[in-house]
Structures are given as C-alpha cells and as structure tokens.
C-alpha cells in the first residue's frame, strides 16, 4: 500500500516570492508520482507527473518537482508565485505495477497575498 | 474534447435515502474512477471502472456501488445515506493505463441531512 504525506496544512507567501510545498511518500513497490491543483469549486487539474526518466519536471505555468529517491520526496517549487496561484495543491501516488488509483496526501492552501 | 461532465452538481438528500451520481467522461476514454473528498479525509478513491468492468476498489462499505456503461458514462449510488457522506464526489477519466493523467470533472456535491 501506499501513503503520502504532506507536512503543510497552509502555506503563505507573498506575490513574486519563491515557495516550496512537500511531499513525502512511502510505497514497497515503484510508484508514478502526481501534483494536482484544485481551484475553489472546481475539480483536479493535473499540474505535473513523474513516471520515468529525468527526475526534475516541469509544468507549462512555471512549477517544477523533483523526484527523489532516496528521501521518498516529490516536493513542488516555484521561483516565483502569483496570486492566481493561489489554490489547493494534492501531491499524489498511484503503483507503477498496476491501473488507475490514486492515493493523494491531505493538500497544502497555498495563500498568495500582495 | 469535451471535458468530464458530472451530473448533477448539487444534491441535498435525507438520511436514510438513496443518491445516485453521474459521470460522463472524456470522449474515447474507458476508464472512470471515483473519488470521494471531505474536509476530515481528504480525497479518498472509492472504485475504478473500465469497459463496463470494475478493476479496482476503495474502503468503502457496500452502501456506495457504481457502474459504467456501454459509451464509458459512469453512475455510482449511495444507499441508505448517513450524514459522513456528505461530500464532494469527483469522477475522472483516463485511457486507462497507469501512466496516464486522470481528467477530473467539476464534482458532486452532495449533502445530507
């Protein structure tokens, strides 16, 4: 089985400041790893995934995670924030070996203010 | 493409009732999960569809049952409702494979009284 934890409840920035949301997972078997944003009132959109190859990766609207092994981390960064950005984030997992289930963390509000 | 639809949007019910939700997923797409999302628990996944079969279940009791027909449209019901289910209810859709993205719909949320 497995798990994911996200250490921050509610992370407040200011606009244009650098942020980092964590996650952390545990898993006995190879796992594809997720970040997912919810606007409110909205469903899940997809912001970046992992399942192979280079361990840095990158969405269109300028987020990017990294993939680390060995501390069982898949956290989220950003240089530079807007308050558009402001949302719910979900780090998520789903087991390389079989089909389509996720398992998501508790989700970081990411408060932006100007 | 269309995105995932999911009908209706907001339901209030009863204790005691029965609900059932639909999900209408991306054209061509085959798979269709639900997901149920509450303050207490967060996103939790109830169970998967694909090609009208269902290949992987949650925790959840056998009150919450689904089913997916011949053009991939999904429906899950919730019999006799308690008031913890109240909830929004997300469906999403894929091709199916592991490695693909899930397409999330804007949800259901359902609340008991």
């Known amino acids: 089985a497995q798990s994911v934890t996200q250490l921050d409840s509610q992370v407040p920035v200011f606009e244009e400041a650098p942020v980092e949301l964590r996650c952390n997972y545990s898993s006995s078997v190879s796992v594809y790893l997720f970040w997912y944003v919810q606007y409110p009132n909205q469903g899940l959109q997809l912001l970046l995934k992992?399942?192979?190859?280079?361990?840095l990766v990158e969405s269109i609207n300028g987020f990017e995670a990294e993939f680390n092994k060995s501390q069982t981390s898949f956290h989220l960064r950003k240089p530079s924030v807007h308050i558009s950005d402001t949302a719910e984030y979900f780090c998520?997992?789903?087991?390389?070996?079989?089909?389509?289930?996720?398992?998501f963390g508790t989700g970081t509000r990411l408060l932006v203010s100007p | 493409k269309a995105g995932v639809t999911q009908t209706p949007r907001y339901l209030i019910k009863t204790r005691g009732q029965q609900v059932t939700l639909s999900c209408s997923p991306i054209?061509?797409?085959?798979?269709v999960s639900w997901y149920q999302q509450t303050p207490g628990q967060g996103l939790q996944f109830l169970f998967e569809?694909?090609?009208?079969?269902?290949?992987n279940k949650g925790n959840f009791p056998g009150r919450f049952s689904g089913r997916q027909f011949s053009n991939s449209r999904s429906e899950m019901n919730v019999s006799t409702l308690e008031l913890g289910d109240s909830a929004l209810y997300l469906c999403a859709s894929s091709d199916g494979l592991a490695t693909e993205t899930q397409y999330f719909g804007p949800g259901t949320r359902l609340l008991v009284l």
């Open positions: 569809y694909f090609s009208e079969t269902q290949r």
């Open positions: 992992y399942l192979s190859g280079s361990t």
């Open positions: 998520a997992v789903s087991d390389s070996t079989g089909f389509q289930k996720l398992v």
């Open positions: 054209s061509g797409h085959r798979s």
